[in-house]
């Protein structure tokens, strides 16, 4: 019914109604039907005066046909609207393209203005009206009304929406982080703060929301720059082209609440709530300090960076400017240091360019005529300029690195800045090169072979290296530089060139540890040395040959506490003798030696050739000259150095030297001296504590020198009450040599054993290794087994002129069939059969308990290697005997063998632990195949034989006997072989001394002389006494001396002679003519007939036995003797009861009368005789 009601009052209207009257809209629109929306006229918006015909406030058709325009010139439209809809112009029609020309203008806050959105016009308008049936653009053009915030445009005005979640704008932006924009800096920051409090308007001027005022600005540099030249701090782009935008905002919007880039790629903003948020006032201003870590120069150039920034140059993770991460505190010496951090070495190069158009920095100031990341070629001198200084001015070099602070390290230390070591001990080198060019450093600096300059400077080595060394040194190649560089081939030909398996081993094993290396080794700059407890003496990793005399610091061979030893120390290094057996030459000395010694050094024995002779010399490590004086003090004892003397008693200091100590004072603590030289005193001196120096003037280098040739130092003065004593430490010149014969050296220097060689068979690991060694009995391939005493008569001919002695072994020996070689005890080869025709020989061994033949072919080998149990759990088969048939020769009368390369060994195999001493080899040096050569001869200059001289001793007999080197042997003592018990104590008895001395006594040159025991009653060993003789007045050595040491005792006895039996006054009276040895005295004379039962004496007729010769008689008693014949015998004595044979008479008793016969002479040595005697020893000693 009531839709009836409205169609007919529609009719009507439609009717009677006129056009432009806006009845005529609300005339249907006024109810709500499925056909006509209802038009609530009380909530219409601002649109209802949008047509101010009808006038303001009233809501006609026309402001209706406004918007509607179709049915402005039509009564009415058609129906249905979804079938003829009206045409109406939209919000943007009217409010930005300005169809309607007085429709307010809407320049912003629109999808079209410079401050554009997505949102509709509906979207807020709407926010005021009921929803339209038709759309939110039909409700808000009905309904809606222009938003009122209660706010004048201004920051807050703007905040209303954008920093507000509680409006019913909230829902209306699409970002929702645009409800809570925050500032473009920290809300709190400081009123004064030098950058301002930037709000909104400052970027975005004042207006309302659609005014023509309100801008966007482009976010870039330039538009950030409008305020930032006033920042104290003047930033720039990066580069001059990284807009701010891209490290200060994740989105265009950051730019509301300014964001920092982060390391990891994310970004950060503030959001201060005090100072402190962003400056540290302990720092220098501004104090600018953020409390996070913001991203750096390694954030966007290192390793793969932030895909962001993909533009930006990358270098490999991590920097190295030196491989080593401390690079930067290792050579600033008292600097500070240059870095301490990846990124704090980009600060020190380019300085804190983040917002600087020229990132390069202090850069810039060394790149004179180089290009950035060019080519690595030798005309870029992008290090030279930055490391080296000179004046040489080729093109693109500069050096300007005191634009650098602290100044960089300079490659040769021109600076005087760089430390002899770096921190981490690292010696400095100093580049002391031919050229300097980027090239050139690349050499040994460059890591992964960089293409240009700047992966180079980004990727520095510490100093290239690696496993193979001869690639870059080998001086045919390239690589290092020119003066790093060595002769491969000729190395090749060297000593060394095997060491540590040979090639890039040998390398290995003196520049480092021997193992294959990553790099340079450590120890690359300080190879191993020849001595020095390296590679030839305590440490030999390598199995490098053992040496104990001749070089520097040979003392602390095996003695690592520094113990008195006698080792022949040298003071040059090994090198000085081995440069004169070379195959190259080097940069300098050690490294010709080391790299190109060949095998070849003459292996001489010759002492004096290098020192008697001046100019070898000099040529061979400066070897003293033994016959020029010299300055330098030894030890009168190095073992212990520490003496006592009795008052009244004499200390010998050898050579000559003694002091005699006379009186010790209480009083005035001190002693009173007498030194004596050669038994004549040469100074007399009351000493006390300290030192006493007696001087003399020696001829040194041409000129007149007074040098200390005594020194003592007396350290306490005692005195009791019977006698005093003194303590004392010496000191004497070294001892100049007059011999000049190299078996005279040997003769102090070797100490002598008996010819043996001795090899090692095998060396067995355990806690401490076991060396099982036995005797080489023969060896025909080694020119170490001679006969010594013919080898040594060979080298007493040698002169100083004479470099090297050719000592020729037996090469080949000669058997005759049948014959047996007795090779050594227990060891002997016998030939049982010589076939010519077949030439084959029967040979047969015997050596220790075994027993071997075979029969061996010309040009065989005859060969024993029996299965021997020396370690005792494991036998093994060892060649004892090997021996070449060269040779079958058919002779009379038998058949001839001739055998070569004969090497025998002892079947009696030893062992000795590691770490002993063997012949004075060190065991813990030796290997398999080790040999050890003793002797009297030295192996060579190397051998532990060698020592820096005995220089005497209690052991005369090791140097002057028949065994001895000394030329002054003695063979025999004659007489004196029992003195004093005999051997070296015979020796004593002359030439003074004890058997604890070390040194020659003082009286060696000078022995006591004969008298001294033969004419002294005391101290006299025995001897026979004539100190009441003339025959003391005599030259002894005329006849009882040969050979100089032998003494003759020529056995005289006194003789007899004119025995004659006279009657004198009824009395038999016995008469004879005695006499004693050369200038002895005849001390008593005696008779006897017949036999020596009854002896009787005689008379001097003088009275007295006084002289040579004497006349005695005696009166004959012949009442007791039968008739017929008999016979008186006189005889005659010297001292000592020493008789001589008698002389006898012949008489015959008939009846009361004597009759004496001839008289027979039975002593052994008349006068003549002995005279005779005499004259004939001293012809004989003469022609000797």
Not at 320 to 326: E, L, R, T, V
Not at 659 to 677: A, D, N, P, Y
Request: hydrophobic share 30%.
């Amino acid at each position: 019914m009531k839709k009836i009601l409205f169609l007919l009052a529609l009719f009507v209207s439609l009717t009677f109604a006129y056009t432009g009257s806006a009845i005529e809209c609300m005339i249907c629109h006024e109810y709500d039907s499925l056909s006509f929306p209802l038009i609530n006229t009380s909530f219409f918006g601002v649109h209802i005066n949008v047509n101010l015909t009808g006038g303001s406030g009233n809501l006609t058709s026309q402001d209706c046909t406004e918007c509607h325009y179709s049915v402005n010139t039509s009564s009415s439209h058609k129906f249905p609207v979804s079938k003829f809809p009206v045409l109406t112009y939209t919000c943007e029609d009217c409010h930005i393209d300005g169809i309607i020309s007085t429709a307010p203008k809407v320049n912003n806050h629109n999808r079209k203005g410079n401050v554009s959105v997505t949102a509709s016009c509906a979207d807020c308008h709407n926010k005021t009206s009921n929803i339209f049936k038709y759309s939110a653009n039909a409700s808000a053009a009905h309904y809606g009304t222009n938003a009122s915030f209660g706010l004048s445009p201004g920051k807050n005005y703007c905040a209303f929406c954008h920093q507000n979640t509680s409006t019913i704008y909230r829902d209306v932006m699409l970002n929702q982080t645009n409800n809570f924009l925050g500032n473009h800096t920290s809300a709190t920051i400081n009123p004064s703060h030098s950058g301002g409090n930037p709000d909104c308007t400052t970027c975005h001027r004042t207006d309302r929301i659609h005014g023509p005022n309100l801008t966007k600005p482009l976010p870039d540099s330039v538009f950030c720059n409008n305020c930032h030249r006033f920042d104290l701090f003047q930033k720039n782009m990066h580069a001059g082209k990284v807009e701010c935008i891209r490290c200060h905002a994740s989105t265009i919007s950051d730019i509301h609440n300014i964001k920092y880039l982060l390391p990891n790629g994310t970004y950060r903003s503030v959001n201060g709530t005090g100072c402190g948020n962003c400056h540290d006032f302990r720092l220098a201003p501004p104090f600018f300090r953020l409390l996070f870590s913001t991203a750096n120069c390694t954030t966007c150039h290192l390793g793969n960076g932030i895909i962001k920034f993909a533009d930006a140059p990358r270098f490999v993770s991590p920097l190295n400017h030196s491989s080593n991460p401390a690079s930067g505190g290792l050579w600033n010496g008292t600097q500070a240091a240059y870095w301490d951090s990846q990124v704090g070495a980009c600060y020190y190069c380019h300085g804190q360019k983040l917002h600087d158009t020229n990132p390069l920095g202090n850069v810039s100031n060394i790149k004179a005529g180089n290009s950035l990341n060019q080519s690595i070629t030798n005309t870029s001198f992008w290090c030279a300029n930055c490391h080296y200084q000179s004046d040489n001015v080729p093109p693109n070099y500069f050096y300007n690195a005191t634009s650098y602070a602290p100044l960089p390290p300079e490659i040769r230390n021109n600076s005087r800045l760089v430390p002899a070591q770096a921190s981490d001990g690292t010696t400095f080198y100093n580049h002391s090169l031919s050229e300097y060019s980027d090239e050139t450093c690349r050499i040994c600096h460059a890591v992964n072979s960089p293409a240009t300059t700047a992966l180079f400077i980004h990727n520095v080595g510490a100093g290239g290296g690696g496993p193979n060394c001869i690639s870059c040194h080998d001086s045919r190649g390239g690589g290092a530089p020119a003066d790093k560089r060595i002769d491969i081939v000729s190395f090749n030909l060297s000593e060394h060139n095997g060491l540590n398996g040979g090639g890039n081993g040998a390398c290995w094993a003196c520049h480092g540890d021997g193992t294959r290396p990553s790099g340079h080794p450590a120890g690359y700059k300080s190879p191993k040395k020849c001595s020095n407890d390296e590679c030839h003496s305590l440490d030999q990793e390598f199995r490098a040959p053992m040496i104990y005399s001749h070089f520097r610091n040979a003392s602390l061979i095996d003695n690592p506490d520094n113990a008195v030893n006698y080792n022949v120390t040298t003071s040059n290094q090994c090198q000085e003798c081995h440069i004169n057996s070379v195959n190259s030459q080097g940069r300098n000395i050690n490294s010709t030696v080391s790299h190109f010694a060949s095998g070849d050094l003459f292996d001489s024995i010759n002492c004096i050739y290098c020192h008697l002779n001046e100019d070898n010399s000099k040529t061979w490590g400066n070897a003293t000259l033994i016959y020029k004086n010299r300055t330098a003090l030894i030890e009168l004892n190095r073992e212990n150095n520490k003496f006592s003397a009795m008052e009244g008693g004499s200390v010998d200091f050898g050579f000559g030297f003694s002091l005699k100590i006379l009186e010790v004072s209480s009083v005035r603590s001190s002693v009173l001296i007498e030194l004596i030289k050669e038994n004549i005193i040469v100074d007399k001196s009351l000493i006390g504590i300290g030192n006493y120096t007696y001087e003399e003037y020696l001829i040194i280098d041409n000129g007149s020198v007074k040098v200390p040739v005594i020194v003592i130092n007396i350290t306490g003065i005692f005195k009791g009450n019977d006698t005093g004593f003194i303590q004392f430490e010496g000191f004497r010149l070294k001892r100049v040599h007059p011999e000049k014969k190299v078996t005279s050296c040997y003769s102090c220097h070797v100490k002598a054993m008996p010819k043996a060689i001795y090899k090692v068979i095998e060396r067995a690991s355990g806690e401490k290794d076991e060396i099982y060694y036995t005797k080489e009995t023969v060896n025909f391939t080694d020119n170490k087994i001679f006969d010594e005493n013919v080898v040594l008569q060979l080298l007493g001919l040698l002169t100083d002129k004479d470099l090297h002695v050719t000592i020729q072994p037996e090469k080949r020996r000669s058997l005759y069939e049948g014959e047996a070689w007795n090779i050594s005890e227990g060891t002997s080869l016998l030939v049982r059969g010589v076939d010519t025709k077949n030439e084959v020989v029967f040979l047969q061994l015997h050596s220790g308990d075994y027993f071997y033949e075979d029969i061996v072919k010309r040009g065989g080998i005859f060969e024993f290697t029996p299965e021997i149990n020396y370690i005792g759990n494991r036998p093994k088969n060892i060649t004892i005997f090997r021996a070449k048939v060269s040779g079958i020769i058919q002779a009379k009368p038998k058949n001839m063998v001739i055998i070569e390369d004969v090497v025998a060994l002892s079947p009696e195999i030893k062992k000795i632990l590691a770490n002993q001493t063997l012949f004075g080899y060190n065991t813990s040096w030796l290997w398999e195949n080790s040999t050890i050569n003793v002797g009297k001869i030295p192996d060579n200059f190397h051998s532990p034989q060698l020592f820096d001289g005995g220089n005497g001793g209690g052991n005369c007999l090791s140097c002057h006997g028949a065994e001895g080197f000394s030329q002054k042997k003695v063979f025999s003592l004659g007489k004196h072989d029992s003195l004093n018990g005999g051997g070296n104590n015979a020796c004593r008895a002359c030439h003074g001394g004890t058997k604890d001395i070390l040194a020659h006594p003082a009286g060696y040159r000078t022995p006591r002389n004969c008298l001294s025991c033969h004419a002294a009653t005391n101290d006299n060993y025995g001897a026979v006494y004539i100190g009441d003789e003339e025959h003391k007045n005599e030259k002894c050595e005329a006849c009882h001396v040969s050979n100089i040491h032998e003494i003759t005792a020529l056995h005289m006895t006194p003789s007899v002679k004119k025995i004659s039996i006279t009657k004198e006054n009824n009395t038999n009276v016995l008469r004879a003519s005695v006499s004693a040895g050369y200038k002895m005295r005849v001390r008593d004379a005696r008779y006897y007939i017949d036999t020596p039962l009854n002896k009787s004496g005689m008379y001097p007729v003088d009275g007295v036995f006084n002289s040579q010769a004497e006349d005695v008689f005696a009166q004959l008693d012949i009442s007791g003797l039968s008739q017929g014949k008999h016979r008186v015998f006189v005889e005659a004595m010297e001292r000592n009861n020493n008789w001589g044979v008698p002389s006898s008479l012949e008489f015959t008793i008939e009846g009361l009368d004597l009759k004496s016969g001839e008289e027979k002479k039975t002593s052994m040595l008349t006068m003549a005789n002995t005279l005779a005697v005499l004259l004939i020893a001293s012809v004989l000693r003469r022609f000797k």
